[in-house]
């Protein structure tokens, strides 16, 4: 069981995930840009780190601040949450080359999933 998980998305599905994590036991860290600072689940979480300005290019989907941010607060895992980060074969890459556990699939299962949903040529 992990100790501390960073959760990399905003808004209700942050709030649940922080909800079970509680239930478990388990810390939590929520990352924010400039403009969820006051946000409930920035609030919500145990810990809690500025990652950027409001456009998700420059926060929710910097994946370099991300990792830095789970470093700098000892989380062992990353919830990505869904959308933003979740689907994303690099970011799971990174973070197993981290030293990260991702929560979600492995970068090779993304990577053959993308694959697959491409449009096929004739």
Request: aromatic share 10%; with cysteine.
């Amino acid at each position: 069981m992990f100790k501390k998980i960073l959760i990399a998305n905003r808004s209700e599905i942050a709030i649940r995930v922080m909800r079970a994590c509680r239930e478990l036991e388990v810390k939590t860290v929520a990352v924010y840009s400039e403009v969820d600072k006051n946000a409930l689940f920035a609030k919500y979480a145990d810990e809690a780190f500025p990652i950027g300005p409001a456009p998700v290019a420059q926060s929710y989907l910097n994946m370099d601040k991300i990792i830095e941010v789970a470093h700098k607060s000892g989380a062992e895992a990353i919830h990505p949450g869904y959308g933003f980060l979740s689907e994303n074969e690099i970011f799971a890459d990174r973070c197993e080359k981290e030293g990260i556990i991702f929560i979600g699939l492995q970068a090779i299962l993304l990577k053959a999933w993308e694959a697959r949903s491409r449009p096929r040529r004739p």
